[in-house]
């Protein structure tokens, strides 16, 4: 793991933590509601569920793109918050800085590529 950018190896472990509390939370208040609880739950899930769709691929692809080393993954990891970011504006506060960490981390890939 020497040759890996760190800060995209930062931005993965962001990435993978807002997305893993992003599915926790929106399991927790649709499953653990009553009545309209659980209506109002699931209203709130399906706003929130394309920008939780783009921060998961996004944290997929950091975690390819520091596997594998390749800067297309990072791209398109970097891409994908970006695109969460706008999907929902609210939550822009948790992705934007995940977004520009993984945008230098991409950036500074091209050091660690032979």
């Not at 390819?64 to 970011?85: E, G, P, T």
Request: charged fraction near 10%.
């Amino acid at each position: 793991m020497k040759n890996r950018s760190k800060t995209l190896i930062i931005s993965m472990v962001l990435g993978v933590a807002y997305s893993i509390y992003l599915m926790s939370y929106f399991y927790d208040v649709t499953m653990n509601g009553n009545g309209m609880d659980f209506i109002a739950g699931g209203i709130a899930s399906a706003i929130v569920l394309p920008h939780m769709l783009a921060t998961i691929a996004g944290a997929v692809f950091s975690v390819v793109a520091v596997i594998i080393n390749k800067r297309w993954c990072a791209l398109v990891a970097f891409i994908m918050y970006y695109v969460a970011s706008l999907l929902f504006i609210m939550y822009a506060i948790f992705t934007l800085p995940i977004a520009i960490i993984a945008t230098i981390g991409y950036v500074r890939m091209k050091k660690y590529i032979c």
